[in-house]
């Protein structure tokens, strides 16, 4: 007998680990209502919702969850750190379906890691074994096929892939490696102090960066400006990236 198919728990299981930063919801961003996008719907877009948090240490927290035509299930999480900590922006991305899945999983530093080897060490390196697992789990993994741009601001740690049908193990693979990087963001995070602002200067800038090209380029502002029109669509990059 076929298995049967369900999505998978991202929304619970991510929530609950998000919620342990102690961040407020924010109804404004930059100087703009961002409440429209806490339920969201247009074409093809029976619902779906993002979230900004504020909590110290941090710019924000970003949660999504989107369903396309209740068959494709676009679920994504980061953290951007404020312009006085060197933290890294966790961030994890999941397209998913009975058909197969995409997903994204990494610390892009804030940091040149070649020029900076103590921030790898500090901020990267305890993704090690987490990013082993996820390795056994999806041997063909890497940073997947993605383009050059992204590879140029993503971690030697970044998990990235997509492969056909979707299955339980699957679905429950993707969410471990999800959830451990998140919990091994968390533990930095805690700790975390502010820098000298000096220091800071190049990790904001190349922060700045990470941000103008995921709005520049991502892949998936075509299907949301054809779903709920070009202003939304605007109001929403701005607040992912």
């Known amino acids: 007998m076929a298995e049967e198919y369900n999505f998978p728990p991202f929304e619970e299981e991510m929530k609950k680990l998000l919620d342990k930063f102690g961040g407020k919801r924010m109804e404004t961003y930059q100087g703009e209502d961002i409440t429209p996008l806490w339920d969201l719907k247009g074409e093809g877009l029976p619902w779906s919702h993002k979230y900004l948090y504020a909590a110290p240490k941090l710019e924000k927290i970003v949660f999504?969850?989107?369903?396309?035509?209740?068959?494709?299930?676009?679920?994504?999480?980061?953290?951007?750190?404020?312009?006085?900590?060197a933290l890294p922006i966790f961030s994890v991305y999941w397209a998913e379906s009975a058909k197969g899945s995409y997903f994204i999983a990494d610390f892009y530093p804030t940091a040149d890691c070649i020029c900076d080897i103590p921030y790898m060490e500090q901020y990267l390196e305890p993704l090690e074994d987490a990013f082993n697992k996820g390795m056994e789990y999806f041997p063909a993994l890497g940073s997947g096929r993605n383009p050059n741009w992204f590879k140029a601001l993503s971690s030697p740690y970044c998990l990235s892939g997509?492969?056909?049908?979707?299955?339980?193990?699957?679905?429950?693979?993707?969410?471990?490696?999800?959830?451990?990087?998140?919990?091994?963001?968390?533990?930095?995070?805690?700790?975390?102090?502010?820098?000298?602002?000096?220091?800071?200067?190049?990790?904001?800038?190349?922060?700045?960066?990470?941000?103008?090209?995921?709005?520049?380029?991502?892949?998936?502002?075509?299907?949301?400006?054809?779903a709920v029109g070009e202003k939304l669509a605007d109001l929403g990059l701005k607040v992912l990236f």
Do not use: C
């Open 64 to 85: 999504m969850v989107q369903s396309f035509r209740d068959k494709l299930m676009s679920y994504g999480a980061s953290i951007w750190p404020d312009d006085e900590h």
């Open 162 to 226: 997509d492969f056909f049908p979707s299955t339980k193990e699957t679905q429950q693979h993707i969410l471990e490696i999800m959830t451990s990087y998140l919990n091994i963001y968390y533990d930095l995070w805690e700790k975390d102090q502010p820098r000298n602002p000096e220091y800071m200067k190049s990790l904001n800038a190349r922060t700045d960066a990470i941000k103008r090209n995921f709005r520049e380029k991502d892949p998936g502002a075509f299907m949301m400006e054809k």
